[in-house]
């Protein structure tokens, strides 16, 4: 006998609810034994952009340990199986929560907008691995960035995209989205983010510094199914307090983590990012059911520019990304802004 829609579905719901769990207790009971790590609060919004449409919203709320050879085995014993020729012998797991919200760009009609993408929300709780080597290349030191992320949720109605959004906009005073009885169904939400980032020693010159940060990547999943790369140019001084700013993925990000030093870092940079994309949920509609879907554009691009500020582990960073079209009825490249605080506690 086949297991029945509603197994599958508590199955799902235990594991959610155990990587929720985990996200709000590891950290602290890390801490307590001397773990320490950055908390990130990162929000995406095109109104910041002064727009209101397709990538609407996204927030995060993350932890990552600091580089350390202590903190859990399984996590330790995880990073020497991912990266055997690495010779790891120490690393960094992180935690976080998020939500995404989607819209088309008409949002004032409550009938489905055909040539428009689906409205979607999708709630995901995440764990990551994350390991840095040092290896020499054309007479420098080159750090290489490692991170695995899996990302485990639910996209429609229970990823709540509606509620946060309608309920936002009624407190800064805008109109309220009222398409969202088109949104995608109900469907578990799987992702698994792959990516190594290429950090070499910074050019020194009239006491500033600048160096680039070159990435490539993937993902594997029904979220999204894509290969990724880019690279982010930085200009300012104290460069190795981080790998660059954090972005709510699948757009180029660097590693959450700052260092927690007496010292001044800062930069403005600039990144860019092509994406071969087989899968995005978000226009390919639902997997196991029935529901609006676009068609989208196999390979797409992202540019960013920002300036990021940190001192003692407190770190302070403001984006502005402009996406490519990302289906073919798009009439216009979308564009949003990004702000991150994060500490090292």
């Known amino acids: 006998m086949k297991p029945t829609r509603g197994v599958y579905w508590g199955w799902y719901n ?5 990587l929720i769990a985990a996200i709000v207790t590891v950290p602290a009971a ?68 998020g939500q995404n919200i989607y819209t088309p760009e008409d949002t004032s009609t ?10 979607a929300g999708w709630l995901y709780g995440s764990v990551s691995l994350h390991a840095e080597t040092t290896r ?12 695995v992320e ?39 939400a799987l992702a698994l983010f792959f990516e190594r980032k290429l950090r070499p020693d910074p050019i020194q010159f009239a006491g500033l510094e600048a160096d ?14 894509l290969g990724n790369l880019g690279a982010t140019f930085r200009i300012g001084q104290e460069l190795d307090l981080d790998f660059g700013p954090p972005h709510i993925r699948p757009t180029l990000s660097g590693l959450a983590a700052v260092k927690r030093e007496d010292r001044l870092g800062w930069y403005f940079f600039v990144g860019g990012e092509a994406r071969a994309v087989l899968r995005n ?33 407190a770190r302070l960073a403001f984006s502005h990304v402009f996406l490519t079209r990302e289906f073919d009825t798009q009439r216009r490249t979308d564009r949003y802004g990004t702000l991150t605080l994060s500490k090292n506690f």
């Open 14 to 18: 235990r594991l959610f609810a155990f």
């Open 30 to 97: 890390a801490d307590e034994d001397g773990f320490g790590g950055t908390y990130s609060l990162q929000f995406e919004n095109d109104r910041i952009a002064a727009t209101d449409r397709h990538y609407t919203h996204g927030s995060r709320l993350s932890w990552v340990s600091d580089e350390t050879t202590d903190g859990p085995d399984w996590a330790r014993e995880l990073l020497e199986m991912l990266y055997p020729l690495a010779n790891v012998r120490a690393g960094r797991i992180g935690f976080a929560l």
């Open 110 to 119: 409550t009938a489905l907008v055909v040539e428009d993408r689906p409205y």
């Open 136 to 147: 020499q290349a054309m007479g420098q030191n080159l750090k290489v960035l490692d991170s």
């Open 150 to 188: 899996l990302s485990v949720g639910i996209v429609g109605p229970q990823a709540y995209g509606e509620d946060v959004q309608n309920n936002f906009h009624d407190l800064i005073g805008v109109a309220r989205s009222n398409g969202w009885n088109n949104q995608l169904k109900n469907e578990p």
């Open 212 to 225: 680039i940060i070159p990435h490539f990547g993937g993902s594997i999943g029904n979220v999204f199914t």
């Open 281 to 313: 949920i978000f226009l390919d509609g639902n997997t196991f059911a029935d529901s609006h879907n676009i068609r989208k554009k196999p390979f797409v691009g992202s540019f960013q520019f920002g300036l990021s500020l940190a001192y003692k582990g």
